[in-house]
């Protein structure tokens, strides 16, 4: 069965820096489109990152632009986001998810980061 | 970015009564395949976001027939005919046709 297992969440102060990942596993990776899909305590749900199943294509919402990097490594079936200089309003669970936007059905049970000092 | 919104945010619920969630998006959500991506997805306390609905009405499996999904273009409605215990949770509409997907605010519901 399809899963996802995230890692590398934790406590960093303002301005440092954290590397996720995202261990996949029950389906073919290369295959897929991949997320990662963020929710602030007590908020709701938004899409921070996605990159195609070759990593050619890649988007970023703007709060995390020039700040987080999104990568993929096909022979170990895994996702990573790269997050430097972050902030308190990076503070969050970060969940990987598998597919395109339109076809998203699977995710992990996250990874809480908390940024402060 | 498509803006969705939902309404009600909070929705107290009796046992065993229907609920109804709406969701709009700011712009037609009918991709040129023909398609329209609109997915609904339940968040149980501590628990990570699960699929209901994909494509306005169609269930994901082993989701209780309660639930039902309507709508087009940029109106959608979620229908849970009776609600039991094991339904408390927070329910969001996500929309997939325009990259990046983005979702409502979320509507909770709690019995009441």
């Known amino acids: 069965q399809v899963q996802l297992v995230e890692s590398g969440g934790g406590l960093v102060k303002p301005g440092g820096s954290l590397r996720l990942s995202c261990a996949a596993s029950g389906f073919t990776f290369s295959d897929y489109y991949m997320n990662w899909i963020r929710q602030a305590p007590g908020k709701g749900l938004e899409w921070v990152s996605y990159?195609?199943?070759?990593?050619?294509?890649?988007y970023y919402t703007d709060s995390v632009k020039g700040r987080f990097t999104i990568s993929r490594d096909n022979t170990k079936n895994s996702l990573y986001l790269q997050m430097n200089s972050l902030r308190a309003e990076d503070t969050a669970v970060y969940y990987c998810?598998?597919?395109?936007?339109?076809?998203?059905?699977?995710w992990g049970q996250g990874t809480l980061v908390t940024v402060s000092s | 970015d498509v803006v969705m919104t939902q309404s009600p945010l909070s929705m107290p619920v009796t046992l065993g009564q229907p609920a109804s969630i709406s969701c709009r998006s700011s712009q037609s959500l009918l991709d040129s395949d023909g398609n329209t991506y609109l997915s609904w997805f339940q968040q149980r306390p501590g628990q990570s976001p699960r699929r209901l609905i994909y494509t306005v009405s169609n269930r994901d499996s082993g989701v209780p027939d309660r639930f039902s999904g309507s709508g087009s273009g940029t109106d959608f409605t979620l229908k849970i005919s009776r609600v039991e215990t094991e339904d408390v949770g927070v329910y969001y509409c996500?929309?997939?046709?325009?990259?990046?997907?983005?979702f409502g605010q979320g509507t909770k519901v709690e019995i009441e």
């Open positions: 990159i195609s199943s070759s990593g050619s294509t890649i």
């Open positions: 996500m929309q997939g046709t325009h990259w990046p997907g983005t």
């Open positions: 998810a598998r597919g395109v936007a339109a076809a998203v059905k699977y």
